[in-house]
Nanobody, 115 residues
């Protein structure tokens, strides 16, 4: 079955960097796009970054120029490199696959940006 497992979250100070990973299994990874969402306390889940099967990328305005999404088809992983972190980036970050009309989610990884 489809499994998405996020890792790499943690505590960082403003201005620092962090790289999240999403390990994917249970589907033909190289044929599907993957998304990163985040959800801050009291907020709705929001789309942060997307990468298509052929590596086209898109970003939320709030993270453009700071975050980079990438994929490694050899390891079935998607990464989210987050630079110049801000306190407002604090959230649980989720990996997402949209396949056959369904949404698949990982359990998330917590990113906290605080001085």
């Amino acid at each position: 079955q489809v499994t998405l497992v996020e890792s790499g979250g943690g505590l960082r100070q403003p201005g620092e960097s962090l790289r999240l990973s999403c390990r994917c299994s249970g589907f033909t990874f190289s044929s599907h796009g993957i998304n990163w969402y985040r959800q801050a306390p009291g907020n709705e889940r929001e789309l942060v970054a997307s990468i298509t099967w052929n590596r086209l990328t898109d970003y939320a305005e709030s993270v453009k120029g700071r975050f980079t999404i990438s994929r490694d088809n050899a390891w079935n992983k998607v990464y989210l490199q987050m630079n110049i972190l801000k306190p407002e980036d604090t959230a649980v970050y989720y990996c997402n696959l949209k396949k056959d009309g369904l949404d698949y989610w990982g359990k998330g990884t917590l990113v906290t940006v605080s001085s």
